[in-house]
């Protein structure tokens, strides 16, 4: 299989260089103090903040791509991502996977009906996952994934991304959750300002 997502000098306004790689069907987790720049990674990654390096996926450049085909394959999903349309069911690419794929993150498939503002903060936050991962992505950007979500609904958002990464996705996940990192990651990183170092055992 190809080597997956490729970092190298990654540079932005205010942090990096950065280097790292994600192949697939395996999951780096960053963990770092507040403001370090953890969240500015994962933008840049996803060329949505001004940034230079380097950046392939399976030995493809990001630059030869335009940002809506990167995104697809390469997909961020924030800790509060946006919602543009009234209806949830608006913002899904395959309406049927949609319905198909929110029992699995613990939610009612008669959501894709309802309004946005009708979901509660947790609510929202899954169905952005699963807005995310009916796209088939090969790497997943997730930003505190589970930051709004108690123990019970974490483990089955744990669960589905696991069976992802089982089935080849690339995970890169920035989390304060020191546990969820261990739960998840096949490799850890801690991000300071001197850059990006494995975490000591």
Known sequence: MAEGLLIRDLIGAVRGPFALAVPHGFCVAVTGPSGIGKS???RMIADLDPNTGIVTLDRVNRATMSAPAWRRKVTYVAAE????????????AD??????????????AALVDAPVARLSTGERQRAA???????NPAMLLLDEPTSALDQASTL???????????AGTGLLLVSHNAEQAHRLADRHLVMSR????????
């Not at 991502?81 to 899904?92: C, F, I, K, L, P």
């Not at 309406?95 to 009612?108: E, I, R, V």
């Not at 001197?194 to 055992?201: F, K, N, S, Y």
């Open 40 to 42: 500015l990674l994962l």
């Open 129 to 135: 996952l699963v807005r995310a991962v009916i796209q």
């Open 81 to 92: 991502s946006g919602w543009w349309e009234d209806r949830v069911g608006d913002h899904m």
């Open 156 to 166: 089955l958002v744990e669960a589905e991304l696991l069976r992802l990464k089982q």
């Open 194 to 201: 001197d850059g990006l170092a494995a975490r000591a055992p």
């Open 95 to 108: 309406l049927s996977a949609a319905k198909q794929a929110f029992p699995a993150f613990g939610l009612d």
